[in-house]
Structure formats: C-alpha cells, structure tokens
C-alpha cells in the first residue's frame, strides 16, 4: 500500500459536490437514497466500480446493499461478510479510509466474493460511513483516477446521516404495514367467519411483509398427530396442499412438539428439515422461520367455562428474499400466527354451534316425520329442494341458509295433529282436515318462541298458501305470500309427489315437473317451479322413488 497525500479540494468544487448531496439527501427511499449516494461518490473518485455496505447491527454483519459496475456483480446483492473481514473490515475497525494502489498484493483482499468481477480491479478506495463515530457502513470504489479523500470523507460523513434517517423511515414505514395488515386482518375476521379465506389472507400477508418466497400453514391431524400442510402461498400451491408431515419430523414438526419458535437459516446445514414437501413441489427450502399455533380450548361440565391452551399447528415463513429474519420478523410472524388461530377457534366454536342447532333441528323434524311411516326423509328432502330453487333464483347465501333451516322445519307443527289425522290412509273429513290445516299455525307459534328463527317462520305459516288465494291458514294470495312460502311451497309439493304414499304410488319427477308447471302463475310461483326444473335438468335433484320402488295406482291431490 502506497500512501498518498491528498490534495486540498477545489472549493467552488466541493460547493457543488455538497449540493448534489443535499439534492440526494432530499430523498425518503432508502434504496433510491443509497444508489444515487453510490453514484456520486464513484463519479467524485473517478472510479470504475463501487459498493456500498451497510451494517447489520443485529449480526454484526456487512451487508451489500448496492454494487455497481464490473462482471455480476449484481449477484453480490444482498451477501454479507463479518464485520472485520477484509479491507472494508479495517477501515470500519480504524474508522478512517483506507487507499490500496495494489489489490493484488494486498493480503486483505477477497476476491473470492466475486472473482469474475475481481478480475476487472485494480485499486480501491476504502471510506467508513461514521455517524458521531459510530460506523453504520462503507464505501468502496475501484479503478479510481482522482483519490480526492478528504471530499469523499466529508462527502460520507455528509450522507451518513442521511443514511441513518432512511434506514430509521424505512423501518418505520415497514412497521406501519405491517400494523395496517393486522388491522386489517382483524377487521376481516370480525366481518366474515370464512374459515379458509381469513387464513389464506393471512399467510398472503405474512408473504408479502416478511418478504419471504412462500408461507405454509400446518394443522395437526387429531388422529394421526400428523402435520397436514393445509395452505400455502406458494404456486401451484394445490400441488402440495393436503401434504402430511409425520408427527415430530421437520422443523415444523419440532415447532408444534415444543412450542418453541425456531428459526433456521441454512436448512442444508439442519438435520431436521424434512425435505419431502421440496420434493413434490420442486420449491427448494433455503431458510425457515416456524412459529407454533396455540389455540384455548374451551372446557365444558363441572368446569364449565375454563380453557386451556394447546398447539393446533404451526406456520412456516419460507426463504427470506434479500436478507436474514430479524426479531421483527418472528415477532410478526407469531401475531400473525395468534390471528390464525383465532380465526380457527371462532369457525369452530361456530362450526359446533352450527352443527349442534342443525343435529338438533334434524332431530326434531325426523321425530315428526317418524310419526308417519310414509313421511319418513319428508322434510330433509323439502330442505335440500327448497336450497336449491333458491340458489338457481341467485339468492344471496344468507337468505339460502334461512330457507333451508325454514324449510327443514316446514312441518313442525305436525307434532300438535292427532296421530289418526295423520296416519289416516283414506280422505280426510272436513273436522280432520281442519286439524290438518293447523299445523302451519302451530309451526309458526312453536318457533316464534326462539328469538333466531323469526326469519324463518314464513316457511312453516305460509308453506301451503297458494297464489289463487285457495291456499291456508289465511288464504294469501300472489306477492302477499313471502318468497320463502312459495319456494317451500314448490318444494314441498313436489316431494309429495314424487313420494310413496299407502293410497298411491309415486309419480316420476317429470310427471312431478309437469304438474307444477300446468299450475303455475295459477297456484305456484312460475319462477320457483322454473328454478326446480333447472336444478333438476343440472342432476341436483333426487326424489325418493329413486331409492325406493313404489307401487299402486297413481293420483294427484294435495
């Protein structure tokens, strides 16, 4: 190394050097900032080519931020070298630049990093970014002509600075996503309790804020313990999905046996990556950070009211693009893991309560259908055509979901009609009739008493109301009977047709079919008979004759 006594700068110059940076210093991105910093400092030393280092003060690692000029050399991005590595870990060490004439012969010089690129240097000028001494990076530029250091240091101590508010408002602008994501996922689960599309946002989020290559959620098979990779963010995801990990192997494995978080940046050099999901996909894991799933069970009985905590899973965030995890990331990552697991608890409280109102519901409408063999499957049947009209009309779910519990419990009212009334095989005398007639009232005023059916109590008042008016309890007629009346009342018919009765043997769907549209605008609503028949024509519909044979004579009556 030759030492070289600098010259004085040309004032008029270094004026002008100064606001160049002050033009550059205006600038909020980091990256922006730091390249055209680059760029200044490479055309002030005449140079070549040049890096710019920051320091990771997490690892205390050199990071290469941005490189420019020479062979490749924008496969140096991103790669990071020890603090005290090489000629730029001197001159961070001393906090002074360094001028080496002579790569070649200086011991110090790792070319290796790069050698196509190393091949094309010469020289370099080695200038340590110091914040109030304080190094927070380096400068390196090769092949110079004009070693103007002292500009070029007062030049870097002038962006360090700047340097150092960039990266601080780009910490905070990631932060401020990141915090705007949450909200926004919290909100989502507060409006919506689909169950996929809130954790297929959420591993969508972590994706883009951790800047990882892929997200993977796990769940935890009960029966088997296995591990099933139920989502991921990766593409052709679908090829992957539903894949299992067996209990205890892999990272995530490890993750949901301990409940710890684990992160592992070199899986090449980790025994436990399981690398049967890479071998699926044709995705190859290079670093994961895997954070457990913890979920409060709700205990029920004697302790009615307690939880505990259990693990139900885990999430993986998988190849950090152009830099290593830091504690915010995992940090993120286990909020955003908190968040799933909300998400799965409240789909399964309300997929429990749903399933016990619907068990429940079916129960009591099978109990009524059993008081009349010939009855039997009755209402579930009704339900199902009755859903169905309703989708081919493009009802929006929540009326459809209305119309198939409506419909389930069209017939409730039945549990008040004399078993002899109802098992009756011949015709009905009028006293009869007029017990028959009440069960819609006795439906509606049954379920009027819980408070979450009130939309539903159209289907059982107005079930067997027509549009002539020559329909009952009230003789509604046309737009007076609810939407739900006519489509039960389409569906109800439809599946008394079709069914095996003691007096009667069952008409097939397109006699079925026939009849309601001979009637329709008449007595049934045009459009539900309509619908009926498309979903029928889509092969939607099943009757019961075609389970059961059916015999006797045919007759039409209601």
């Known amino acids: 190394m030759t030492p070289c006594k600098p010259e004085p700068p040309d004032v008029q110059h270094l004026l002008s050097v100064l606001e160049r940076a002050n033009q550059i210093a205006s600038l909020t991105t980091l990256d922006d900032l730091l390249d055209r910093m680059l760029d200044l400092v490479i055309e002030v030393a005449g140079g070549e080519a040049g890096t710019l280092y920051l320091l990771d003060e997490l690892t205390g690692e050199l990071v290469f931020k941005v490189v420019k000029g020479g062979t490749q050399s924008h496969k140096l991005a991103g790669k990071r070298l020890k603090q005290d590595h090489g000629i730029v870990g001197a001159a961070i060490q001393q906090a002074r630049p360094i001028i080496v004439d002579d790569l070649a012969k200086d011991k110090r010089w790792h070319k290796d990093m790069n050698p196509a690129m190393a091949k094309q240097l010469h020289n370099a000028i080695t200038i340590p970014l110091l914040r109030e001494g304080k190094p927070i990076g380096a400068i390196q530029i090769f092949n110079f002509t004009h070693p103007e250091l002292e500009m070029l240091q007062v030049l870097g101590n002038r962006m360090a600075s700047e340097v150092e508010k960039a990266i601080l408002l780009e910490e905070n602008r990631q932060r401020n996503e990141r915090l705007q994501a949450l909200i926004e996922i919290i909100g989502q689960i507060g409006s919506t309790l689909d169950r996929d599309r809130l954790l297929r946002l959420i591993i969508q989020f972590a994706s883009e804020l951790l800047d990882v290559e892929a997200c993977s959620l796990f769940l935890v098979d009960p029966e088997t313990e296995e591990l099933i990779l139920h989502m991921s963010s990766q593409k052709d995801a679908d090829r992957i999905e539903q894949a299992r990990v067996p209990a205890g192997k892999g990272i995530i494995g490890e993750v949901v046996k301990k409940g710890n978080t684990i992160l592992v940046e070199d899986t090449r050099k980790d025994k436990r990556h399981y690398r049967a999901i890479d071998d699926i996909s044709g995705f190859t894991t290079r670093s994961i950070l895997a954070v457990p799933l913890w979920a409060r069970t709700i205990s029920l009985g004697q302790q009615r009211g307690m939880t505990k905590e259990r693990i139900i899973g885990g999430i993986e965030a998988i190849n950090k693009r152009s830099d290593i995890f830091h504690p915010d990331d995992k940090k993120l990552l286990e909020t955003l893991a908190n968040q799933a697991a909300t998400v799965l608890q409240i789909a399964e409280l309300f997929a429990d309560a749903n399933d016990l ?39 929006d779910p929540e009326t459809i979901h209305h119309i198939r ?8 009212g039945k549990i008040g009609v004399p078993d002899e009334v109802l098992k009756k095989p011949g015709p009905l005398t009028e006293k009869e009739f007029e017990n028959m007639q009440y069960h819609t009232t006795i439906g509606k005023k049954i379920m009027s008493q819980v408070r979450k059916l009130k939309a539903e109590l159209t289907a059982m008042a107005e079930h067997h109301e027509r549009l002539n008016g020559s329909g009952y309890p009230l003789g509604l007629q046309g737009e007076q009977i609810s939407l739900m009346g006519r489509i039960v009342a389409v569906a109800d018919v439809f599946d008394a047709l079709t069914s095996y009765r003691q007096y009667r043997k069952a008409l097939n769907a397109e006699e079925a079919l026939d009849y309601l549209v001979e009637k329709s605008n008449s007595v049934y609503d045009e459009s539900c008979v309509q619908a009926l028949i498309l979903a029928y024509q889509k092969g939607k519909i099943h009757p019961q004759y075609e389970q059961h044979e059916s015999t006797g004579d045919i007759l039409l009556g209601e």
């Open 405 to 412: 519990i409506g419909s389930l419990l069209h017939d409730v």
């Open 357 to 395: 109102f619907l068990d429940t519901t079916k129960a009591l409408t099978a109990a009524i259908d059993a008081k009349d063999p010939y009855t039997q499957g009755h209402s579930q049947r009704v339900s199902e055509f009755s859903a169905l009209i309703a989708q081919e009309l493009n009802l």
